[in-house]
């Protein structure tokens, strides 16, 4: 039994689908809810650790007092060895613990894209060449040394990277449900705007097939991250 421990910054970007696997698999499930101010879990006290998006920054620790700790946890459990994997914020944080710059991206990425996978993400994850799933960010970041660059879309070079096959970060939402996408929408209307690659409100909760489609994709990606 793998014992996971998840990082929620905000109540509208959940593990969604994560939790489902969990139970799927016969792994244990336990979270930590900054935004209620939950403590952080102690280091030995799981295997692996998810670290959730949300709007704020990794730059933004004058606002969030709880950052630095969180910074603090990610870095000792990559020292220590243990799973680590980030969404979107949490790829992020991981690339910020690591040494790499995060920066404004040139566009934001808000609905359904295509995102495409190199060959070494095709070959340590098993998935496609391209496959489309869900984005909403802003930022992106430089990659940290040491990586391996594995997925990218048009609008954002640095979609995917990773250490080996314990420490992952993805940019992208593999993770979400229909009912969090429509959370999504309700808490960040103000993101919304015009651009190439923002889509309608209508258009994201309108899609069908890439829900199911993610959610094949996020369980390939996590029964290999946690074997």
């Not at 700790?69 to 790829?91: F, H, P, Q, T, Y």
């Not at 040494?99 to 295509?114: D, Q, T």
Request: net charge negative; with cysteine; proline share 5%.
């Amino acid at each position: 039994m793998n014992r996971i421990h998840c990082i929620e910054h905000v109540p509208f970007e959940t593990p969604g689908r994560i939790v489902d696997w969990v139970v799927e698999r016969g792994h244990s499930f336990a979270s930590t809810r900054v935004y209620d101010g939950e403590p952080f879990p102690a280091l030995d006290s799981f295997d692996s650790l998810v670290v959730m998006g949300g709007p704020m920054s990794v730059h933004d620790d004058a606002r969030f007092a709880w950052l630095a700790d969180e910074k603090r946890l990610i870095e000792e459990s990559l020292r220590a060895e243990k799973r680590v994997l980030g969404i979107c914020l949490g790829a992020q944080l991981i690339a910020n613990v690591l040494g790499a710059r995060v920066y404004r991206n040139r566009f934001k990425e808000i609905g359904w894209f295509p995102v495409q996978v190199a060959q070494p993400g095709r070959a340590q994850w098993n998935l496609p060449t391209e496959l489309v799933a869900f984005h909403w960010h802003g930022d992106t970041f430089d990659l940290p040394k040491g990586t391996v660059h594995f997925a990218k879309s048009a609008g954002c070079e640095h979609q995917m990277f990773g250490i080996g096959r314990k420490t992952l970060g993805v940019q992208f939402h593999l993770e979400v449900t229909r009912a969090g996408v429509e959370d999504m929408l309700r808490h960040g209307a103000a993101d919304l705007g015009e651009g190439p690659y923002v889509q309608t409100p209508a258009e994201m909760v309108a899609a069908e097939a890439p829900f199911a489609a993610s959610h094949v994709h996020l369980d390939t990606i996590l029964d290999r991250w946690a074997a």
